[in-house]
């Protein structure tokens, strides 16, 4: 018996081929929409994330000190930070330095805005019209160690002065602030933890101030006593003698009686007087 042959019909593969390429065509679509929104998601978690920078409070121009009255704190997208963006935690080195260019109300502030490009400039730390004026220290004016740049101290002078050349001791300024301590400009301890010993400090003062610290060091001793930062009333002690520590402030020690004998003469009868002057006649 002989099989009967199909005719062979185009039409069938041709749907089956075009079938084939439209599931091939949904699967591809698929893959590169979900590559898509994957992007988008990410762009979008990019945008999100955001970082803190310092931008300028208001217009400033060349040559302005930088200052937290004249920027601020914005947080901006992290992608579209620059990468010389100055953050808050740098804000320190830049602190009183002064700008290189001009810098428009919230624009960020790059390190070559300021003239030390980021890095410390010491006189940049000195407010217009002060010096700074350093002097060596032994442990007594050091505190033992522990002053620090940004405390404030009375300085307090020693020298012979007084009646009969008394030495005398007497505030000579008042509310003085420490720059640094040997060249540290900042309150932190070194690397290993440990306190900071040094020989120097550096004040910020006037011009006139300056001058009397150079006469009184040539002239006498100088001692640095630490003060409370929010203390700014000033020493007003009157200068003081050893004989004056000891109550006596006209020279004689608290208690001290000196007699006078009046008469004694021809039978009469002395007069004692323990006040310490002799009786009027």
Do not use: C
């Not at 300024?173 to 306190?195: H, I, M, P, W």
Request: glycine letters at 8%.
């Amino acid at each position: 018996m002989a099989l009967r042959r199909i005719p062979f019909n185009a039409n069938w593969l041709l749907l089956g081929a075009a079938a084939a390429l439209g599931l091939a065509a949904a699967h591809f679509s698929n893959r590169l929409l979900e590559r898509r929104m994957a992007e988008l998601e990410a762009a979008a978690q990019r945008v999100d994330e955001t970082v803190e920078v310092v931008v300028a409070n208001r217009d400033l121009e060349r040559g302005e000190a930088l200052s937290g009255e004249a920027l601020a704190v914005r947080s901006v997208p992290k992608e579209y930070v620059h990468a010389a963006a100055v953050r808050p935690s740098q804000f320190e080195s830049f602190e009183r330095q002064r700008l290189a260019a001009p810098l428009r109300r919230g624009e960020v502030l790059l390190d070559v805005h300021a003239e030390g490009n980021g890095t410390n400039v010491f006189s940049a730390l000195l407010k217009k019209g002060s010096r700074a004026l350093t002097f060596e220290v032994d442990a007594v004016n050091s505190i033992s160690g522990m002053l620090r740049p940004g405390d404030r101290i009375d300085l307090l002078l020693s020298a012979r002065g007084g009646a009969n050349g008394a030495e005398l001791t007497a505030p000579l300024l008042s509310n003085v602030s420490v720059l640094a301590t040997d060249q540290r400009v900042s309150k932190r301890t070194d690397e290993n933890g440990r306190e900071h010993q040094f020989s120097t400090i550096t004040l910020e003062v006037s011009p006139l101030d300056a001058a009397r610290i150079i006469v009184a060091k040539s002239s006498g001793h100088l001692t640095a006593v630490l003060r409370h930062p929010d203390d700014a009333v000033p020493n007003k002690l009157k200068a003081m003698s050893v004989a004056q520590l000891l109550g006596a402030p006209n020279g004689r020690a608290e208690g001290q009686v000196v007699e006078y004998i009046v008469g004694g003469g021809g039978g009469g009868v002395a007069e004692v007087h323990r006040n310490g002057s002799a009786p009027d006649r």
